[in-house]
Protein backbone atom coordinates (compact mmCIF):
# COMPACT_ATOMS: atom_id res chain seq x y z
CA UNK A 1 0.00 0.00 0.00
CA UNK A 2 1.47 3.56 -1.20
CA UNK A 3 1.83 6.20 1.45
CA UNK A 4 -1.21 8.70 0.00
CA UNK A 5 -0.58 11.46 2.58
CA UNK A 6 2.26 12.48 0.53
CA UNK A 7 1.03 12.15 -2.85
CA UNK A 8 0.57 15.58 -4.34
CA UNK A 9 -2.23 14.49 -7.14
CA UNK A 10 -4.29 12.90 -4.40
CA UNK A 11 -7.28 15.96 -3.02
CA UNK A 12 -9.35 13.48 -0.94
CA UNK A 13 -9.73 14.62 2.38
CA UNK A 14 -12.47 12.72 3.81
CA UNK A 15 -11.99 9.80 6.55
CA UNK A 16 -14.46 8.19 4.62
CA UNK A 17 -13.24 7.55 1.57
CA UNK A 18 -9.93 6.20 0.70
CA UNK A 19 -7.62 5.59 -2.64
CA UNK A 20 -5.40 2.50 -1.78
CA UNK A 21 -2.49 1.51 -3.73
CA UNK A 22 -2.71 4.79 -6.01
CA UNK A 23 0.34 3.87 -8.48
CA UNK A 24 -0.26 0.46 -8.86
CA UNK A 25 -3.48 -1.73 -8.58
CA UNK A 26 -5.78 0.75 -6.87
CA UNK A 27 -9.27 0.13 -5.62
CA UNK A 28 -11.32 3.35 -3.72
CA UNK A 29 -13.12 2.46 -0.73
CA UNK A 30 -15.76 4.32 1.65
CA UNK A 31 -15.58 3.13 5.47
CA UNK A 32 -19.29 2.75 6.91
CA UNK A 33 -18.44 2.24 10.52
CA UNK A 34 -15.45 2.10 12.54
CA UNK A 35 -13.48 -1.08 11.38
CA UNK A 36 -15.66 -2.08 8.50
CA UNK A 37 -15.22 -0.75 5.00
CA UNK A 38 -15.98 -1.87 1.52
CA UNK A 39 -14.70 -1.54 -1.80
CA UNK A 40 -17.02 0.97 -3.86
CA UNK A 41 -14.61 1.29 -7.01
CA UNK A 42 -11.90 -0.46 -8.42
CA UNK A 43 -8.87 -0.17 -11.40
CA UNK A 44 -11.16 -3.25 -13.15
CA UNK A 45 -14.06 -0.81 -13.53
CA UNK A 46 -12.34 1.96 -14.80
CA UNK A 47 -10.84 0.41 -18.09
CA UNK A 48 -7.70 -0.34 -15.99
CA UNK A 49 -6.33 3.42 -16.17
CA UNK A 50 -3.59 4.49 -13.86
CA UNK A 51 -4.66 6.96 -11.57
CA UNK A 52 -2.72 10.72 -12.73
CA UNK A 53 -5.44 12.58 -9.73
CA UNK A 54 -7.95 12.05 -7.58
CA UNK A 55 -10.11 13.71 -5.52
CA UNK A 56 -13.42 14.71 -3.83
CA UNK A 57 -15.31 17.76 -4.17
CA UNK A 58 -16.62 19.40 -1.05
CA UNK A 59 -19.46 21.18 -2.94
CA UNK A 60 -20.73 18.97 -4.88
CA UNK A 61 -19.24 15.99 -3.29
CA UNK A 62 -18.37 13.55 -6.22
CA UNK A 63 -15.36 11.70 -6.35
CA UNK A 64 -13.15 12.52 -9.47
CA UNK A 65 -11.07 9.99 -11.12
CA UNK A 66 -8.04 11.17 -13.60
CA UNK A 67 -5.97 8.79 -15.04
CA UNK A 68 -4.68 7.06 -18.39
CA UNK A 69 -4.22 3.62 -20.71
CA UNK A 70 -2.29 2.83 -23.17
CA UNK A 71 -4.53 4.28 -25.70
CA UNK A 72 -6.32 7.06 -24.14
CA UNK A 73 -6.82 9.60 -20.89
CA UNK A 74 -10.44 9.23 -18.98
CA UNK A 75 -11.75 11.48 -16.52
CA UNK A 76 -14.70 9.52 -14.42
CA UNK A 77 -16.82 11.28 -11.91
CA UNK A 78 -18.57 9.04 -9.57
CA UNK A 79 -20.98 9.80 -6.26
CA UNK A 80 -20.17 7.98 -2.34
CA UNK A 81 -21.57 4.78 -3.59
CA UNK A 82 -19.07 4.25 -6.18
CA UNK A 83 -21.59 4.79 -9.30
CA UNK A 84 -20.23 6.18 -12.38
CA UNK A 85 -22.32 9.86 -13.48
CA UNK A 86 -20.08 11.16 -16.42
CA UNK A 87 -17.21 9.80 -18.30
CA UNK A 88 -15.00 11.42 -20.49
CA UNK A 89 -12.23 9.85 -22.61
CA UNK A 90 -9.48 11.43 -25.20
CA UNK A 91 -7.91 9.19 -27.32
CA UNK A 92 -4.09 9.62 -27.63
CA UNK A 93 -3.82 9.00 -31.30
CA UNK A 94 -6.20 11.53 -31.86
CA UNK A 95 -3.50 14.99 -31.52
CA UNK A 96 -3.33 14.45 -27.68
CA UNK A 97 -0.15 17.08 -27.17
CA UNK A 98 -0.24 16.60 -23.07
CA UNK A 99 -1.86 14.29 -20.28
CA UNK A 100 -4.58 15.56 -18.36
CA UNK A 101 -4.03 17.99 -15.67
CA UNK A 102 -6.19 19.57 -12.56
CA UNK A 103 -6.79 23.12 -12.69
CA UNK A 104 -9.30 23.30 -9.90
CA UNK A 105 -11.19 21.81 -7.60
CA UNK A 106 -13.32 19.31 -10.15
CA UNK A 107 -11.97 21.31 -12.98
CA UNK A 108 -9.39 19.70 -15.51
CA UNK A 109 -7.91 20.39 -18.90
CA UNK A 110 -5.78 18.81 -21.84
CA UNK A 111 -4.06 19.88 -24.47
CA UNK A 112 -5.47 18.77 -28.16
CA UNK A 113 -4.67 19.39 -31.40
CA UNK A 114 -3.59 23.44 -31.56
CA UNK A 115 -6.21 24.45 -28.48
CA UNK A 116 -7.34 23.53 -25.07
CA UNK A 117 -10.64 20.99 -23.81
CA UNK A 118 -11.80 21.28 -20.26
CA UNK A 119 -13.73 19.13 -18.54
CA UNK A 120 -15.85 19.88 -15.32
CA UNK A 121 -18.08 18.60 -13.29
CA UNK A 122 -19.72 21.73 -13.63
CA UNK A 123 -21.93 21.06 -16.40
CA UNK A 124 -23.02 24.77 -17.32
CA UNK A 125 -19.99 24.69 -19.50
CA UNK A 126 -19.09 22.72 -22.23
CA UNK A 127 -16.96 20.03 -22.32
CA UNK A 128 -14.66 21.47 -24.98
CA UNK A 129 -14.87 25.22 -23.88
CA UNK A 130 -13.40 26.53 -27.42
CA UNK A 131 -15.85 24.80 -29.46
CA UNK A 132 -18.54 26.60 -26.82
CA UNK A 133 -16.55 29.92 -26.88
CA UNK A 134 -16.20 30.06 -31.24
CA UNK A 135 -20.20 28.38 -31.33
CA UNK A 136 -20.96 31.59 -28.85
CA UNK A 137 -18.97 34.47 -30.61
CA UNK A 138 -20.30 33.97 -33.58
CA UNK A 139 -23.52 35.00 -34.86
CA UNK A 140 -25.82 36.19 -37.82
CA UNK A 141 -24.07 39.64 -38.16
CA UNK A 142 -23.11 39.25 -41.67
CA UNK A 143 -19.46 40.44 -40.84
CA UNK A 144 -19.03 38.06 -37.80
CA UNK A 145 -19.07 35.04 -38.92
CA UNK A 146 -16.06 32.70 -37.09
CA UNK A 147 -14.29 33.84 -34.39
CA UNK A 148 -10.96 31.63 -33.41
CA UNK A 149 -10.74 31.20 -29.50
CA UNK A 150 -8.27 29.67 -27.41
CA UNK A 151 -7.06 29.31 -23.35
CA UNK A 152 -4.47 31.54 -22.40
CA UNK A 153 -2.89 31.80 -18.70
CA UNK A 154 -3.95 29.81 -15.94
CA UNK A 155 -3.90 31.29 -12.57
CA UNK A 156 -4.81 28.00 -9.82
CA UNK A 157 -7.83 29.36 -8.17
CA UNK A 158 -8.17 32.51 -9.70
CA UNK A 159 -9.38 32.94 -13.49
CA UNK A 160 -7.57 31.56 -16.79
CA UNK A 161 -7.65 34.21 -19.96
CA UNK A 162 -9.48 33.74 -22.59
CA UNK A 163 -8.85 34.93 -26.31
CA UNK A 164 -11.14 35.47 -29.26
CA UNK A 165 -9.94 36.35 -32.18
CA UNK A 166 -11.64 37.90 -35.27
CA UNK A 167 -9.22 37.45 -37.83
CA UNK A 168 -6.45 39.90 -37.88
CA UNK A 169 -8.93 42.61 -37.29
CA UNK A 170 -8.74 42.22 -33.57
CA UNK A 171 -8.55 40.09 -30.47
CA UNK A 172 -10.85 40.33 -27.56
CA UNK A 173 -9.84 39.75 -23.82
CA UNK A 174 -11.73 38.20 -21.31
CA UNK A 175 -11.03 36.24 -17.86
CA UNK A 176 -12.66 33.48 -16.70
CA UNK A 177 -13.08 32.92 -12.32
CA UNK A 178 -12.19 30.14 -10.79
CA UNK A 179 -13.09 31.71 -7.08
CA UNK A 180 -14.89 29.54 -5.44
CA UNK A 181 -18.12 31.77 -5.34
CA UNK A 182 -17.43 32.68 -8.57
CA UNK A 183 -16.52 29.89 -10.55
CA UNK A 184 -17.03 29.44 -14.00
CA UNK A 185 -18.26 33.06 -14.51
CA UNK A 186 -16.66 35.55 -16.36
CA UNK A 187 -15.54 39.04 -15.65
CA UNK A 188 -17.90 41.63 -16.92
CA UNK A 189 -15.17 42.91 -19.11
CA UNK A 190 -13.70 42.87 -22.45
CA UNK A 191 -9.76 44.47 -23.78
CA UNK A 192 -10.20 45.21 -27.35
CA UNK A 193 -6.26 45.25 -28.77
CA UNK A 194 -7.18 47.05 -32.12
CA UNK A 195 -8.78 49.95 -29.66
CA UNK A 196 -6.48 49.12 -27.16
CA UNK A 197 -9.69 49.97 -25.25
CA UNK A 198 -11.90 48.68 -21.74
CA UNK A 199 -15.27 47.20 -23.02
CA UNK A 200 -17.77 47.49 -19.27
CA UNK A 201 -20.34 45.01 -19.60
CA UNK A 202 -21.64 45.08 -16.50
CA UNK A 203 -21.33 44.86 -12.69
CA UNK A 204 -22.10 41.03 -11.83
CA UNK A 205 -19.83 37.82 -12.97
CA UNK A 206 -21.57 36.38 -16.21
CA UNK A 207 -21.99 32.81 -17.21
CA UNK A 208 -20.67 32.48 -21.04
CA UNK A 209 -24.10 32.93 -22.43
CA UNK A 210 -24.83 36.11 -20.87
CA UNK A 211 -21.26 37.60 -21.55
CA UNK A 212 -22.16 36.90 -25.27
CA UNK A 213 -25.50 38.28 -25.30
CA UNK A 214 -24.66 41.33 -23.46
CA UNK A 215 -21.10 42.13 -25.66
CA UNK A 216 -23.26 41.28 -28.31
CA UNK A 217 -25.43 44.36 -28.03
CA UNK A 218 -22.77 46.37 -26.70
CA UNK A 219 -21.78 49.47 -29.26
CA UNK A 220 -18.25 48.02 -30.15
CA UNK A 221 -19.75 44.79 -31.76
CA UNK A 222 -20.98 46.91 -34.65
CA UNK A 223 -17.91 48.90 -34.97
CA UNK A 224 -15.60 45.59 -34.72
CA UNK A 225 -18.30 44.25 -37.31
CA UNK A 226 -17.51 47.17 -40.03
CA UNK A 227 -13.75 46.94 -38.99
CA UNK A 228 -13.79 43.27 -40.24
CA UNK A 229 -16.03 44.69 -43.48
CA UNK A 230 -13.18 47.11 -43.88
CA UNK A 231 -10.32 44.76 -43.70
CA UNK A 232 -12.50 41.90 -45.88
CA UNK A 233 -12.56 44.83 -49.06
CA UNK A 234 -9.13 45.92 -48.57
CA UNK A 235 -7.99 42.18 -48.83
CA UNK A 236 -10.58 41.12 -51.76
CA UNK A 237 -8.79 44.61 -53.44
CA UNK A 238 -5.53 43.50 -52.66
CA UNK A 239 -6.07 40.37 -54.07
CA UNK A 240 -8.06 41.34 -57.15
CA UNK A 241 -4.65 43.60 -57.80
CA UNK A 242 -2.21 41.03 -57.29
CA UNK A 243 -3.82 38.65 -59.60
CA UNK A 244 -4.83 41.95 -62.58
CA UNK A 245 -1.08 41.98 -62.03
CA UNK A 246 -0.18 38.65 -63.03
CA UNK A 247 -2.23 38.24 -65.66
CA UNK A 248 -0.41 41.68 -67.51
CA UNK A 249 2.64 40.31 -67.12
CA UNK A 250 1.87 36.89 -68.73
CA UNK A 251 -0.39 38.95 -71.03
CA UNK A 252 2.77 41.06 -72.22
CA UNK A 253 5.12 37.79 -72.20
CA UNK A 254 2.82 36.08 -74.46
CA UNK A 255 3.31 39.56 -77.11
CA UNK A 256 6.91 38.88 -76.73
CA UNK A 257 7.14 35.04 -77.12
Known amino acids: MSNNIKNPNIYINTKDIQILDFNKDWKLIRSNYPGEAETIYRKEEADNMRLLYAEYTEEQKNIILAGSTDDNYIIKKLNTNGYVSDSYKWDKANGVKSPIYRIDEGIYGIDIRNGFQIWSENKDISQDIIYKLQEVFTWDLSELRYANAKIGNIVKGKYFDVDISYGNTDTLH ?84
Not at 234 to 257: M, Y
Open 174 to 257: AKCSLEHESKLKYFPYMTSERTKKLIDLGYKMLYLGGLFGIFKNDPYAEELANAIKEDKEEQEKNTNDAKQLLLRKINETKKII
